[in-house]
Every structure is written in structure tokens, then in C-alpha cells.
């Protein structure tokens, strides 16, 4: 009677549910008394004893429901996004046999070249009028064309080199999982054969300067291959990064003939490491940028960077760095006897478009970060490169229109006679 009207109440499912338990608990019952048998302790028909019982009407619909029914299924865990050919830009016209390792050398975002390509063009540009004669705009365009390539290529090998040493780190960051080795598109071994091809190649460049020039760009390669162990033993990797990108800082100076090892020298060997060292904090700084991109995956993955350990302070610690690269760009220009159109230009436009940059760029903002660090390398080094350009142009003009030696010696002897 009980269940009958406990039934009743219920929704047409729960009717079923209990009918077909009180069938079932009626038969086991009835097997029980045939048998004879007992049971010991507990309850009638020998089950265990429930500490708290709690009538069935109390229990509310919405309860009895969800012990009959099926939960729902849980959310779906969300896939990543799987590698795509590229469709567009530079990377879509090649054969798909060669994607891969033009993927690897970043031949599709040229932001890192231009950086690296920078230190070797301000130097050339500092250098041109204390050439021994003045450098020709030709000369300097044509050193400036033999470094970007230079650039290009060792910026290539550069990123191979860390793809190899990162290969086990790169599939669980976001942003790299799809790179070329990571990938599975191309083995350690491909990888490394190719970063040998974009090494000689390198050479070859190298070799299109003056001889001493070998001298000053081999031990490069060190800092090139131990950059990426800096991520695993310090959260400074990107002060060693800046020691590796700048070094086209001091390159400039032996392209042009002009020896930093000469007696006489010490302005000069002054001047070069003061932009070298101006070099190094301008990289840090954009780079500490480019590290807030992956800073969650970083920590997951045991990766150090200056961005997870400055992350309350990034905006300080980058003001910092920009008054750090300007005063000693400035302190280069004093060592060679620059003009106001490079502390005007180089220095003055420097110090606005950094501190704008640091001022709007959202640093919990991954596409914000990539944007300025993508255009920042055009605004800031444009104008340190604008400076140092005019100021080279007036000097050249200037010394233009002076008489050569040469020349002031027979007019000086068509004058006596």
C-alpha cells in the first residue's frame, strides 16, 4: 500500500524503477523462506543494515531523477588547432618540400633579421666618417647590403640551433608545438644538416669583407650556440640573447678599414663598445617584450626567462633598459665626434618611441606584445638609423668640400711660382 502510494506521486519513469525493484526483492524473498535459510544479522532478506533510511517522499523529484538518469557527458576537452600549410605569403610559393626548412630559419618572420641587422647597420653608419678616406654612400650601402644578408642567413642558423636544442621543450609551448621539428615534419638530423648549410653559407658572406673581419665574427658562434642552454640555467637568457644579436655592433668598424686595435684607437674601441653595450639593453628590452607572450607556458614548461621574473615590474625594468640604451648610445656619439642631427635624431627619436612603446604596449596581451615587438625593431632602429645616417651625410659633405691634401700642396706651389 505504501509503495503503491508512493508511486502515485512519482513521474512515470520512477513508477517503473519501483516496480521493477519491488518484483525483484518480492522473488528474492520467496527464494529465501523456500530454502529454509535465515539470514544472521541485518536486515530481512540478509542485506546490511543502512545507518540512516530516509522515506523516498522526501526526496525531491529533481533528486530521484538524477540517480536514474544518465549525467550528462562532460565538456570536451578542446584539440588543438593541427598544422595547416601555409596559404599565404612567401612560405605558400615554394614546392612543399621546402617549407619545412624555410619554417626553420624563420624565413616568414623577418623581425628577427631586422634586429640582428640593425647593430651591423648602426655601426657602418658610425664608422663611415672615421674611414681613413671618408667612406663613399656606395661603400656604405654595399657593407650594408653584405650584412643583411649575413643576417639573414646567420639569423636562419641561429634559429635552427635553438629548434634542435628546444625540440623536446617545443611541443608543449602553444606557440611553438607546430615548428618544423616539433612537429615531426623534419628530423634532428635534417635539421642539423640544414643549420651546417646556412653555417657555410654564412662563411661565405663572411668572407666578402676585409680578411680581419674573420677575426671579429667567428667567436660569434659560441654565443649563437649557447643561447638556448641560458633558458634552462638562468632567468637572463635574454641578456645572453643581446650579447649574440649585437655583436654586428662592432662588426661595422673592420668592414670599412677602420682598426680598432690600433694604438690610437681608444675614441674608437670606445665608441664600439658603448654601441655594442646600448645594442645589448635595446635587445633585452624588446625581447622581454616578446618573452610575455609565453610567459604561462614558460612556467609549465621550466623555461627561465626575465619576463617570469620581472613580471610585477616588466614596465620599470624596461624604462630602465631604454634610459640604459640611450645614454650609451649618446656616450658613442660624444667618443666620435657626433653632431646634433645624431643626438637630435638617433638619441632624441630613440627616447620618444621607446617611451611611447612602453607606455601602450599591453603586456597580458599576446597579439598586442607580438605587434610592437614586430614594429618596434622598424620604429625605434629607423630612427636611431635616420640619426646616424645624417649625421654621416653632413660629415661627408662637409669633407667633400674641402681640398684634398694632394691638391693643397700644387696650389700652394702654382701660387709661389
Not at 242 to 263: E, K
Not at 344 to 351: E, L, V
Not at 389 to 399: M, T, V
Amino acid at each position: 500500500m505504501y509503495l503503491a502510494s508512493i508511486c502515485s506521486r512519482t513521474s512515470p519513469l520512477c513508477r517503473d524503477v519501483l516496480v521493477s525493484r519491488a518484483s525483484s526483492l518480492g522473488r528474492h524473498v520467496s527464494a529465501i523462506h523456500r530454502s529454509g535459510h535465515h539470514p544472521a544479522r541485518g536486515t530481512a532478506v540478509g542485506f546490511a543494515k543502512p545507518t540512516q533510511l530516509i522515506p523516498l517522499h522526501l526526496i525531491s523529484t529533481s533528486q530521484r531523477l538524477a540517480h536514474t538518469l544518465e549525467s550528462p557527458p562532460p565538456p570536451p576537452i578542446p584539440v588543438p588547432e593541427p598544422y595547416s600549410p601555409p596559404t599565404t605569403g612567401i612560405l605558400s610559393r615554394l614546392p612543399s618540400s621546402w617549407v619545412p626548412y624555410a619554417e626553420l630559419m624563420r624565413i616568414d618572420k623577418p623581425a628577427g633579421t631586422i634586429y640582428l641587422f640593425f647593430p651591423c647597420l648602426f655601426s657602418t653608419l658610425l664608422a663611415a666618417p672615421l674611414a681613413t678616406p671618408m667612406a663613399s654612400p656606395l661603400s656604405v650601402i654595399g657593407t650594408a647590403a653584405l650584412f643583411f644578408s649575413g643576417a639573414l642567413i646567420m639569423r636562419g642558423a641561429g634559429c635552427s640551433i635553438n629548434d634542435l636544442w628546444d625540440r623536446n621543450l617545443d611541443p608543449h609551448v602553444t606557440r611553438t608545438r607546430l615548428r618544423p621539428i616539433a612537429r615531426g615534419a623534419l628530423t634532428p638530423f635534417q635539421a642539423f644538416t640544414w643549420t651546417g648549410a646556412q653555417l657555410l653559407a654564412g662563411l661565405g658572406i663572411l668572407l666578402q669583407f676585409p680578411p680581419v673581419c674573420l677575426y671579429y665574427g667567428i667567436p660569434s658562434l659560441a654565443l649563437v650556440a649557447t643561447y638556448p642552454l641560458a633558458k634552462r640555467v638562468t632567468y637572463y637568457p635574454q641578456f645572453v640573447l643581446g650579447l649574440t644579436f649585437s655583436w654586428g655592433a662592432m662588426m661595422g668598424f673592420p668592414a670599412l678599414g677602420v682598426d680598432l686595435l690600433a694604438a690610437d684607437a681608444g675614441a674608437i674601441r670606445a665608441a664600439a663598445a658603448l654601441l655594442y653595450t646600448s645594442n645589448v639593453a635595446w635587445t633585452v628590452l624588446y625581447d622581454m617584450i616578446y618573452a610575455h607572450m609565453d610567459i604561462r607556458d614558460d612556467a609549465k614548461a621550466g623555461i627561465k626567462s626575465i619576463a617570469l621574473k620581472h613580471d610585477a615590474e616588466t614596465k620599470k625594468v624596461l624604462t630602465g633598459l631604454a634610459a640604459v640604451q640611450i645614454g650609451l648610445l649618446a656616450g658613442a656619439g660624444v667618443a666620435t665626434g657626433a653632431g646634433p642631427a645624431f643626438f637630435i635624431g638617433s638619441c632624441g627619436g630613440a627616447a620618444l618611441t621607446l617611451g611611447y612603446m612602453i607606455k601602450k604596449v599591453n603586456l597580458k596581451n599576446v597579439k598586442d606584445c607580438w605587434w610592437w615587438f614586430v614594429n618596434g625593431c622598424w620604429i625605434t632602429g629607423g630612427v636611431i638609423s635616420f640619426g646616424l645616417g645624417a649625421d654621416y651625410l653632413i660629415r661627408y659633405l662637409a669633407d667633400d668640400g674641402k681640398p684634398d691634401s694632394n691638391e693643397a700642396v700644387v696650389t700652394s706651389s702654382q701660387t709661389r711660382l
